[in-house]
Each structure stands twice: as structure tokens, then as C-alpha cells.
């Protein structure tokens, strides 16, 4: 694998036409991808939650993959490193059951219609990723209707809750049952910010008091649960199915993973291949999350310590402030001196391999921290930011 050379392999694959980042967020220096980057230079990026692996790198995580457990293929999603992150899964999570899933979309439709039954009524942040960002897929594929609570914020608390399903029978003449509860913690829509674990709690309490399903979509849960302090399992606890996303920072190129009750589990399956999600081959993803899994935990630690190191050190330059969010997770609010040019400063990152978002008008920006500021000693990412802001004077 060394011996590949890797600006041939990214041409190759076509994979240089590709941005960089994903184009969510703007960055400083946009012009300055990997390809510009010398190879093996790692990049410090203070957007996302982790990793992307593009090309060759993937390949590269692979091989450490193998080299401390053998790669091992499955098919159609049965055996090798599927199974063996399915096993992994239902430790961490504490289920009876965890199954790979080609994709998060999928894992949060099949569980909020399993989990519904013939009901149809699902009640939803308005904020969430099933509630705006699946396509309509839950009325349109899986006859529920979603019902939106809490609008434009972070989570409806257990209060609101109890209220929708208690004024049901006082709005609606025609009964069609409620199906089930789906959350999403932390939130992407509201720049990852937390549901404080006592709503949850409570949510939890109160829907099983009642006999309502509870689905956590958890696509982030590991960023939840690095800033809040507690367990995957502890959240898991809380919910009758959970998934939890293996690309957003577990280094895989897709695929989420799905746990819940053997029983429901067991159902997936047959879901998967009557929605045309049954691929051939998927250990490529599960081994790579296997992986990561070792050690995504430390690193989030060590890049929090780090964080604070860093940001407590550029809150000492006149105009800059970095805080965090209200109820946040890894995104920070970070406020840049005024006057800076904007190209300069950019062309000095890209020089130190360092990727920031671009300031708006106002001069702020939302940052992330992520496992990628651990490629650096803080010192060097502290100088770096410093040397930027002079020469961008
Ligand atoms: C909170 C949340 N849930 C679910 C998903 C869907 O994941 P996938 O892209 O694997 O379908 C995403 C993806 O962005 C997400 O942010």
C-alpha cells in the first residue's frame, strides 16, 4: 500500500474533482483541498466531527485495520466484519440486538415503522434530521404521519409531550393510534446542542409508563456523550432502538448501525431487502468503524483537553472569543479579530494545514472540534492561528 503514490491514485479514482469538505461549511482557504496538502500531511480541521478517510488514506486505515484484526468479508451483511460490529454494537449499546445498516436514513424509517406498528401518529422534534431531512420518506413509504413538536428549537421537553398526546383525543375525531416517540441527541440542526439528560429521563419515563415506543436517533451519539460525560449505554438505556451514524466520525464511507429488542431486530432483515438495501458486500464500512471504535472514545477526551488548551490561549488575543454553546457538544462559537484579510488569512491556514470556517459578515464563525486537532501538538495549532492573524492584518 505504501507504494502506492497517492496524488496518482486520487487522479485515478477522479477523487481531486471532489471538494474537500463537505460543502455545509465555508471554509477559509477554500481553494486549498488535500491535493495541495504534501501527502501523509495531516490536516488539523476545525469543521465536522471527524475524519473523512478520501482515497488512498482510507486504504491506509484499512491496513492498520487488518493488521490488528484480520479483514473479514461478509455477505449480504451476514458474517465478517459486519457481524463482528454488530457484536460490538450490542455491548456498547447494551441491546439485545444491533444490525448494519446501509445508511442512517434508513435505520430511523425502518425503526419508527417498526416500532409504530399499524399506528400512524409520530411524534418528532421539528428540528430533526426525520422530521426535515429524510424526504418525506415516513408518509410517503411508511403511511406515518409525522407531528412536529418544539418548533425551530433544540427538544420538546416531556411536559410538551404529555400534553400533544393528551389533547389527541380533543383535536382528532378519527382515532389512528400513536405509533411512536423519535428524537435526535444532539441535534444537527441546532448546531449539535444536547437534550439534558433529565428531559430525557423523563421522556422515557413518561412514554413507558404509557406503553409508547421511544426511538433515539443517535446519528452524533458519541459527541453527546464525550461533552455530557455519560455512557452510549446509559443513553441507550433511555430508548427502546437506537442507531448511531459509522461515518460521521467513526472513519467509515457510509452505513449506520441499528439496536433495539431481538424481536424487532430480527424484522430488519426482510426491511432491508424489500427496500433494495441488501448490498452484496459491506465490510469495508464495518471494519473501518470496528476500528475506530478502540479508540474514538480516548481521542474525543484528548481533543476536548486540547480544545480548552487552545482556545484559552487564542482568547487571549484582542477580539477573538471562543465559547461554547448553550447545552453544546464539539461546536463552538468563535468570534475572529475585525479587519482581517480574509484571503490572507486563508493562505496562511492552508500554509499550516489548518482549515477554519469562514467568518461571516459579523466576523464569527461556528468551529468543531474533532479528533483531527490531535494531528498537532496545541503549541503548533496556537502559534499557527497567531502567525495567521498577524500576517492577515
Ligand atoms: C442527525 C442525523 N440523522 C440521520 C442522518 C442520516 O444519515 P445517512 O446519511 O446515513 O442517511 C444524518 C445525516 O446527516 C443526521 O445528521
Redesign the pocket.
Known sequence: MKSLNRRNFLKASGLTLLPAALPVVPLLANNSNKESAPANEPVVKFFGDGEFYDGLPYLEQLQNANSKNQLKVDRYGSGGAVEELEKKFETITGKEKAIYMP????A?QFAIAMLSGENTKVFVQDTS?VYR?EADAAQSIFNKRLMPLAKNQTFFTADELKKAIENLDNEEVFKSGLGCVSI?NPV?RADGRMIPIDEIKKISEYCRSKNIKLHL?G??LYMASAWSGISIKEYASYFDTVYI?L?KYLGSS?G?ILCGERSLIEKMPHMIKIHGGNMFGNWLNAAMAYYKLDTIEEKLQEAIKRSKEIFAALNQIPGVKISPLDGGTNIYSMKFPPGLNVQKLGESFNNYFIRIPRPNENGEAKISVNETLLYREPKYIIDAIKDSFNKAK
Open positions: 445508511s442512517g436514513t434508513m430511523n434530521h431531512d435526535e444537527r436517533d446519528a452524533r451514524s461515518y457510509g449506520a
